[in-house]
């Protein structure tokens, strides 16, 4: 159970955060980076949910917040083998096999795409492709951490944040009319 009853502690003055292992990294550690970069996706989720909220979306998204601040638990408390005297927050694959169940069915009903499209069309989808891009530089830090020498990634949440960035996508062409508002990228059309 959390509980915060004092929001300011003093204790990052210097620059560092605390993991969950209790070790101390600076504030631009590449792992603070990447949950941070988590954190920051979950809010732009919360913008999305302003112009989902009547629509069939909005509970996946919000199993989605859910499930980010899971894969940011997950990626704050290192597994470096030792024995911890709790039970870390893990991904699981059961949380991938959800998400990847919500992109097909959001996406039964689509046209195959034959021309990549421009982010917007309607504010929820504009809203979306923001989220999207925010997830895929968290997947990007998650990556590199993962192939930093003597860091460890469960790699569920890589597979986790690739697949947030494919719901995004799918999600964005669904608001819009079910892929009939995209606005489809015309190359070369200005030059």
Same mark, same amino acid.
């Given at each position: 159970?959390?509980?915060?009853?004092?929001?300011?502690?003093?204790?990052? !003055?210097?620059?560092?955060?605390?993991?969950?292992?209790?070790?101390?990294? @600076?504030?631009? *550690? =590449?792992?603070?980076?990447?949950? #941070?970069?988590?954190?920051?996706?979950?809010?732009?989720?919360?913008?999305?949910?302003?112009?989902?909220?009547?629509?069939?979306? !909005?509970?996946?998204?919000?199993?989605?917040?859910?499930?980010?601040?899971? @894969?940011?638990? *997950? =990626?704050?408390?290192?597994?470096? #083998?030792?024995?911890?005297?709790?039970?870390?927050?893990?991904?699981?694959?059961?949380?991938?096999?959800?998400?990847?169940?919500?992109?097909?069915?959001?996406?039964?009903?689509?046209?195959?795409?034959?021309?990549?499209?421009?982010?917007?069309?309607?504010?929820?989808?504009?809203?979306?492709?923001?989220?999207?891009?925010?997830?895929?530089?968290?997947?990007?830090?998650?990556?590199?951490?993962g192939e930093t020498p003597g860091e460890h990634v469960n790699p569920h949440c890589i597979r986790y944040m690739n697949r947030v960035s494919d719901f995004l996508f799918v999600a964005a062409r669904h608001?819009?009319?079910?892929?009939?508002?995209?606005?489809?990228?015309?190359?070369?059309?200005?030059?």
């Open positions: 159970m959390v509980v915060l009853n004092k929001i300011y502690t003093k204790t990052g !003055d210097d620059g560092t955060t605390a993991l969950g292992t209790g070790e101390r990294r @600076l504030k631009f *550690d =590449l792992r603070v980076e990447s949950y #941070g970069t988590v954190d920051e996706t979950n809010a732009t989720l919360g913008m999305v949910r302003l112009h989902t909220a009547d629509t069939d979306i !909005d509970g996946m998204l919000s199993r989605i917040q859910n499930d980010l601040f899971d @894969l940011g638990a *997950d =990626l704050a408390t290192p597994d470096t #083998g030792e024995k911890l005297e709790y039970e870390p927050l893990r991904m699981i694959e059961s949380q991938v096999t959800r998400i990847e169940q919500d992109i097909d069915k959001l996406n039964a009903d689509l046209d195959p795409l034959r021309s990549f499209i421009l982010p917007g069309g309607s504010p929820a989808a504009a809203a979306l492709h923001v989220s999207r891009t925010v997830a895929r530089r968290a997947e990007r830090l998650i990556v590199h951490l608001v819009n009319d079910g892929g009939k508002a995209d606005i489809l990228w015309v190359p070369g059309e200005n030059r």
